[in-house]
């Protein structure tokens, strides 16, 4: 360990010295767990935002990786109106304008990219499209291997997932078709019902096996190193539970507004955006019993325990379980930035909440009176990402005759984005004569000494499902438990008689309403 100013703080630190995995096996070795089935991807709403903005960039970078099967093939669908030529040229800009993109390997990448202009709504174009699958199919052997991509708004997810059955592509093993894979985004519907319904126009065709509930959240390296910290390790799951940690705090903040999305965001709001989702699953990581085995069925029960352990809400909410606000204008990064009501798209009287703090409470025997607080919001002071553990305060101070004041409590901190640290918090001795007190943190920044290619998180989950994997997807009874839980909430706040009072509002570049800042403040610095 060597000394070192800590990140951002005035707190002495300490780093851990990683060390690259001695497995006699280069570190690619840990990209992929064998050969991958042939198959093609098609992605409908190919000319909109996702598609170009993240699916493009992750499966060339994948490509350039070695790490898609061979052959492998896209056919982008949507209403615009291209050729496969133009098509690839309006791609080429748009990975070009994101940054970072090698022609070569582009050229190469290409011609496994096609086009077919498509009317969501027909039968005959989902028709047409089965026949154009055989014809590449033909030309490519990918054993009628097929990913169906739902990356359209989420009013047609289920019009589109209707009619692939209608058109039989959902079966697999028939007429010389392979498996068949269903991708859907969240939003998983806007509450219980609607999730419930679309699930039942989904299993229509498809079986649950067949359906990956995208969370690009849990792709991410360092969520999913929280199982591997907590469950590889012996020393941090013994202290696990009520009798040694205090309270536990989940942070996403962004510095973002809602950029060109406002219509979207205007109907969703950030409990739907952000809670239902990555706030429920970064919970159900660190509350969840360790699974028998690490496999997709087995971790997703245990988290789909979590979501049924959650307290139900009282209703009316009892003061501070919940702090909603939204930004009005401010200042991020030195640039003045108008506020939510303000944003093109908005409406000027607007009550959708952009920040929200939730605390959570698990009904079981590990978490009983542990407060869970789950912090998201837009137009925050810093972007940051973060699972602070809070440890009790040692039961008794020896100390009291020589140290003033209260021993502070350790602190485990889970960096997610954009710092990729682990870092711990503890008391030690400060050198010299006098017994005084010292906090230090000791770091792990999670990429040191790994010098292997580095998967994002569109990455991983678009492998993940080429290669059937679901453990980093929702499961559907995840989806509604977490619905069951959120539900009665977002009802009371969208049906209050006064829903200004419900609302807090904050400037953008700050923590949120003071009430919160209040709250999280300790766990920020
Ligand atoms: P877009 O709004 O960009 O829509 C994608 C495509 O769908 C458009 O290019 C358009 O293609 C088609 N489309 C749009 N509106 C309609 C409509 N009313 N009727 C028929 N077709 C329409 O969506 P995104 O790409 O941003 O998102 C796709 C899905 O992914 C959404 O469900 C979103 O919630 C989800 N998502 C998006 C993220 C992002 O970063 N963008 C992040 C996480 C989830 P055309 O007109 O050519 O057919």
């Known amino acids: 360990m060597s000394a070192s100013e800590a990140p951002g703080g005035s707190l002495p630190a300490a780093t851990v010295q990683a060390q690259a995995p001695d497995l006699g096996l280069p570190e690619e070795a840990c990209l992929f767990t064998g050969p991958l089935d042939p198959c093609t991807l098609v992605i409908f709403g190919a000319s909109g935002d996702l598609a170009g903005r993240k699916l493009l960039p992750a499966l060339l970078s994948l490509f350039r990786q070695g790490a898609l099967p061979t052959p492998f093939l ?5 209403r615009s109106e291209f050729t496969s030529d133009s098509f690839r040229a309006a791609m080429w800009e748009k990975l070009q304008a994101a940054g970072g993109a090698d022609r070569a390997v582009w050229e190469d990448f290409a011609p496994r990219l096609h086009y077919l202009g498509f009317d969501y709504s027909s039968l005959a174009s989902y028709v047409l499209l089965n026949n154009f699958l055989q ?8 054993q009628g291997n097929r990913i169906f991509y739902l990356a359209v708004p989420p009013s047609l997810y289920q019009e589109v997932a209707l009619l692939l059955h209608q058109a039989g592509m959902a079966e697999q093993g028939v007429r010389g078709q392979g498996w068949a894979r269903i991708v859907v985004e969240k939003p998983f519907g806007r509450d ?17 096996e067949q359906i990956f509930r995208i969370d ?7 969520v999913q190193n929280v199982l591997i910290f907590r469950f590889a390790n012996t020393i941090f799951e013994p202290l696990w539970h009520r009798h040694y940690i205090e309270q536990v705090g989940i942070i996403a903040a962004e510095t973002l507004g809602v950029e060109q999305r406002a219509s979207f965001y205007e109907e969703t709001g950030v409990l739907r955006d952000m809670f239902q989702n990555h706030m429920l699953q970064l ?3 660190i509350a969840m019993e360790p699974p028998s085995l690490f496999e997709s069925q087995r971790v997703r029960d245990e988290k789909a325990k979590v979501f049924r352990s959650l307290k139900p809400l009282e209703m009316p909410l009892p003061p501070g379980t919940v702090i909603l606000g939204q930004y009005t204008a401010g200042e991020i990064n030195g640039r003045r930035v108008p506020g939510y009501r303000e944003e093109p798209g908005v409406s000027p009287d607007s009550l959708t909440p952009t920040f929200a703090l939730l605390t959570a409470h698990l009904d079981n025997w590990r978490w009983q009176g542990v407060p869970f607080h789950l912090l998201s919001g837009k137009r925050l002071a810093q972007k940051l990402t973060r ?7 040692v039961p008794h101070s020896l100390f009291r005759n020589v140290h003033l004041g209260p021993i502070q409590p350790n602190r485990l901190v889970i960096g997610i984005h954009p710092e990729e640290a682990i870092t711990l918090t503890f008391e030690t ?3 010299g004569a006098l017994v005084c007190l010292r906090r230090v943190t000791m770091e792990f920044p999670y990429y040191q000494n790994y010098r292997g290619p580095i998967l994002e998180a569109y990455e991983k989950s678009l492998l993940d499902v080429i290669q059937g994997d679901q453990m980093l997807f929702w499961r559907q009874d995840a989806v509604e438990l977490a619905w069951q839980y959120l539900d009665p909430l977002i009802r009371a706040c969208e049906t209050c008689p006064d ?15 003071p009430e919160a800042a209040e709250v999280t403040g300790p766990w920020r610095g």
Do not use: D
Request: with cysteine; charged share 25%; proline share 8%.
């Open 74 to 78: 896209v056919v982008g669908c949507a």
């Open 135 to 142: 014809e590449l199919e033909r030309e490519h052997p990918t």
């Open 192 to 208: 219980l019902a609607s999730a419930l319904e679309l699930n039942r126009t989904l299993r229509q065709g498809f079986r649950e």
């Open 216 to 222: 690009h959240y849990m792709a991410k390296e360092t």
């Open 283 to 285: 919970l159900a990581l």
């Open 387 to 393: 699972i602070v553990i809070q440890f009790r305060e």
């Open 429 to 431: 001795k400060n050198p």
């Open 499 to 513: 829903p200004a009072r419900l609302l807090k509002f904050y400037p953008a570049g700050s923590w949120g309403p």
